[in-house]
């Protein structure tokens, strides 16, 4: 059974870079799309982007210009970086796992870690 | 990028009741890419149905999609007590993909 796990800091001032890894565990990275997937605090699900396990990206239009996704085969690790954050990147930021077929969806989640952004 | 509107926001049923949630797209969705994921509370989302039809595996045969185009339905046909949570539509077939805003069914 694949498993994800987002690991990072919880608490990231306004302006700087919010970083964030997922593990996976139970499967390899290889053969499939890895999304980051966030949502404000009761609020609806937003689409980050992906990495292919080659190291492709696509990204959201809306985010494209303040983030980066890679990917570390070699320890089964993908990472995200947003830059210049405010109290609008407040959110639960969940890893997911998407399979060849389908490059948006979204079959294993991570349980999401909580990212607030504030001085 | 494609719209997708929920409805109703929140649907309140009994168990052992069925259920009916509506997912409307802006525009069409290509090849019926449209899958439906279900939100408990402190939770992360999971997939139910994709392909607009298909349940994902492990997905009990009360949930079923249904729908092609910009009208997509998920059907819960006899409620159980852990039915209850928020349930999203989700567009996969013209990037970005998107989300609906979500229907939370509760507990009536």
């Known amino acids: 059974q694949v498993q994800l796990q987002e690991s990072g800091p919880g608490l990231v001032k306004p302006s700087e870079t919010l970083s964030l890894t997922c593990t996976v565990s139970g499967g390899s990275i290889s053969s499939y799309y890895w999304s980051w997937i966030r949502q404000p605090p009761g609020k609806g699900l937003e689409w980050i982007g992906y990495?292919?396990?080659?190291?492709?990206?696509n990204y959201n239009p809306s985010l494209k210009s303040r983030v980066t996704i890679s990917i570390d085969t070699s320890k089964n690790q993908f990472s995200l970086k947003l830059s210049s954050v405010t109290a609008a990147d407040t959110a639960v930021y969940y890893c997911?796992?998407?399979?060849?077929?389908?490059?948006?969806?979204?079959?294993?989640w991570g349980q999401g870690t909580l990212v607030t952004v504030s001085s | 990028e494609i719209v997708l509107t929920q409805s109703p926001g929140t649907l309140s049923l009994s168990p052992g009741e069925r259920a009916t949630l509506s997912c409307r797209a802006s525009q069409s969705v290509s090849s019926s890419y449209l899958a439906w994921y279900q939100q408990k509370p402190g939770q992360a989302p999971r997939l139910l149905i994709y392909g607009a039809s298909r349940r994902a595996t492990g997905i009990p045969d009360r949930f079923s999609g249904s729908g092609s185009g910009t009208d997509f339905t998920l059907t819960i046909s006899r409620l159980e007590p852990e039915d209850f949570a928020v349930y999203y539509c989700q567009q996969y077939g013209s990037p970005p993909n998107t989300f609906g805003q979500g229907t939370k069914l509760e507990i009536k």
């Open positions: 990495i292919y396990y080659t190291g492709s990206t």
């Open positions: 997911a796992r998407a399979p060849p077929y389908g490059a948006y969806l979204l079959d294993y």
